[in-house]
């Protein structure tokens, strides 16, 4: 969904040549519309659109659906990013972009229980004060439910899976996002900031996600424990 029509087209048609089924929008209106109509399978937005900006459709999308939306930005501040990531975008690509990149983003979406390794998963997964329902793909913590983007819950639900377990850097962002992105450390960083944001007590002190200085990340079930 951008404004401008001729990449629109050109972006269109390279989807449908790789065998996707297209809609297009050209202001955040007509996105939203559209979305509420066809329910697809996947969004992506660009952040600066006419009538209705990419960001706040991000917001409006969320609150009906959790389904993946990818955010396309040719502003380098960082600040654009923290915002559509905040608003509830899964991933975002910077223009200039080429087709060979978008198409890997788009494969890491549908990308579903990847890390799945017995027959009958439990139910749920309990780890410290997170409990996971895994069919109804629904996270609380101390008893309150947590609104998790497609990508946050993931993440969470990886690191659950192995609670205490220090996962590096590398691991997480392969498990997670698949082994292009196993450089982006940056990526990383911001979403493990956002799920600290939305269960941690006190974000800048996390008793939960635990930092293991320059190698990686662990979920700590144990509430007594210092780090």
């Known amino acids: 969904m951008d ?50 900006s990419g960001i706040e459709v991000c917001k409006r999308l969320r609150e009906m659906s959790n389904t993946p939306i990818i955010m396309l930005t040719a502003l380098s501040q960082e600040n654009y990013v923290i915002k559509a990531l905040d608003a509830g975008a899964d991933d975002y690509v910077r223009k200039p972009y080429t087709i060979g990149e978008l198409l890997a983003r788009i494969k890491v979406q549908f990308r579903t229980d990847k890390h799945i ?8 997964l309990v780890a410290g004060d997170v409990l996971i329902d895994l069919p109804k793909r629904k996270v609380s913590v101390r008893g309150a439910q947590v609104d998790l983007t497609p990508t946050e819950y993931d993440l969470l639900v ?23 992105y196993i450089d982006q450390l940056d990526y990383l960083r911001l979403y493990i900031r956002y799920l600290r944001n939305k269960i941690e007590t006190n974000p800048s ?16 079930t144990f509430s007594d424990q210092i780090n």
Do not use: C
């Open 3 to 52: 404004d401008d029509r001729t990449l629109l087209e050109l972006l269109k048609a390279h989807l449908q040549r790789h065998d996707y089924n297209v809609v297009v929008a050209e202001d955040g209106a007509a996105a939203l519309r559209m979305a509420y109509q066809s329910h697809p399978d996947l969004i992506i937005l660009d952040i600066m659109m006419p009538e209705i």
């Open 117 to 124: 390794a017995t027959n009958e998963p439990p139910a749920q």
């Open 158 to 180: 990886f690191m659950a899976r192995h609670h205490d377990e220090v996962l590096t850097h590398e691991r997480l962002l392969r498990e997670g996002w698949g082994p292009e």
């Open 205 to 220: 002190q996390p008793e939960i996600i635990k930092t293991e200085r320059g190698i990686g990340y662990y979920m700590n």
